[in-house]
Nanobody
Framework: QVQLVESGGGSVQAGGSLRLSCVASGRTFSNYAMGWFRQAPGKEREFVAAIRWSSDSTNYASSVKGRFTISRDNAKNTIYLQMNSLKPEDTAVYYC????WGQGVAGQASYDYWGQGTQVTVSS
């Protein structure tokens, strides 16, 4: 079993930045692919970014590419999502997820463990 705890959410004005963190515990973390997803009010949860265990393979949704950066520190069992140039449409609950098979793909069904989420609110 893997437990995931997100932090770093908050309220920011458009154009601002936030960095989300997700700490994993309970199992060997370094072999897992990790992802970030988000769910806006009234919408389905959607893929944001993913990273494989080696950190040299990342995957981004087109809506965040060039603005968001996913990274990981396996020694700290932590992944990060640096979010720059935030827009009001980035407002959502952001979830961290772990894929034990290490694929790092966009499909939610590939992820085995999920955190509780952290709220990000971007005002115009």
């Amino acid at each position: 079993q893997v437990q995931l705890v997100e932090s770093g959410g908050g309220s920011v004005q458009a154009g601002g930045s936030l960095r989300l963190s997700c700490v994993a515990s309970g199992r060997t973390f370094s072999n897992y692919a990790m992802g970030w997803f988000r769910q806006a009010p009234g919408k389905e949860r959607e893929f944001v970014a993913a990273i494989r265990w080696s950190s040299d393979s990342t995957n981004y949704a087109s809506s965040v590419k060039g603005r968001f950066t996913i990274s990981r520190d396996n020694a700290k069992n932590t992944i990060y999502l640096q979010m720059n140039s935030l827009k009001p449409e980035d407002t959502a609950v952001y979830y961290c997820a772990a894929d034990r098979w290490g694929q790092g793909v966009a499909g939610q069904a590939s992820y085995d463990y999920w955190g509780q989420g952290t709220q990000v609110t971007v005002s115009s």
